[in-house]
């Protein structure tokens, strides 16, 4: 069965310092995977997406960046933190045919 | 650009009570959707995905229904319980979106004993 992890769980870090969130998933191969932000009061928001290995695109223009350097691997970072980056971080990964997402436990981003 | 609404915002219901939540679309050119659930502090956990060729799809106690050409899904939960208490979310993906979802706001729902 498939199964996808997030890392850290938490985070609090200070306004400008570096980040990095890692997801993997496990039992499928050639995932689309996605980033999500859930902040305070809003709805969820689509911010990258990989359609495979280092194929990047971004849905919404901020001081963020993602990696795929692996098949199976999404990678979620900036170079400052901004106060507006806090937040909660979801992974999600879909199967081709359906279509159908899975998403992971998120990590809780609080900028400081 | 796809906008999602889910009315009602809130709903409050007492235990056994069938629940009625709703999705309206404005982009009726989807290539399906799906209903997720989530709990405080937690992630999405996928209840109902619904194919653009399908009227519905059922789960259990869960039936989710889908009118494509008015741009509009419910999501039935019949004999409510409290363990049915979070928030509904109802996410279409656009065809030839590479399986984007557009989230609506959610609908928070509470079941009491």
């Known amino acids: 069965s498939q199964t996808i992890h997030q890392w850290p769980a938490t985070l609090v870090q200070p306004v400008g310092s570096p980040l990095s969130l890692e997801c993997t998933v496990e039992?499928?191969?050639?995932?689309?995977l996605y980033w999500y932000r859930q902040a305070a009061g809003r709805g969820l928001q689509l911010l990258f997406y990989s359609v495979g290995i280092g194929q990047i695109s971004s849905e919404v223009p901020q001081n963020l960046s993602a990696s795929r350097p692996q098949d199976r691997q999404f990678i979620l970072s900036s170079k400052k933190l901004l106060l507006s980056d806090s937040g909660f971080y979801l992974c999600?990964?879909?199967?081709?045919?359906?279509?159908?997402?899975?998403f992971g436990p998120g990590t809780r981003l609080t900028v400081t | 650009k796809q906008e999602v609404t889910q009315i009602p915002a809130a709903l409050s219901v007492p235990e056994g009570e069938n629940l009625v939540l709703n999705c309206s679309f404005t982009?009726?050119?989807?290539?399906?959707l799906q209903w997720f659930r989530q709990d405080p502090g937690k992630g999405l956990t996928s209840l109902l995905l619904?194919?653009?060729?399908?009227r519905e799809q059922t789960s259990g106690r869960l039936n989710a229904s889908l009118d494509k050409s008015s741009g509009r899904s419910t999501l039935y939960i019949a004999a409510s319980q409290p363990g049915d208490s979070a928030t509904y979310l109802c996410a279409p993906a656009l065809t030839d979106s590479w399986g984007k979802l557009q989230f609506g706001a959610g609908t928070q729902v509470v079941v009491t004993p």
């Open positions: 619904i194919q653009s060729s399908q």
């Open positions: 982009d009726s050119a989807i290539y399906n």
């Open positions: 999600a990964w879909s199967v081709l045919d359906s279509g159908e997402q899975y």
């Open positions: 039992g499928t191969s050639n995932p689309n």
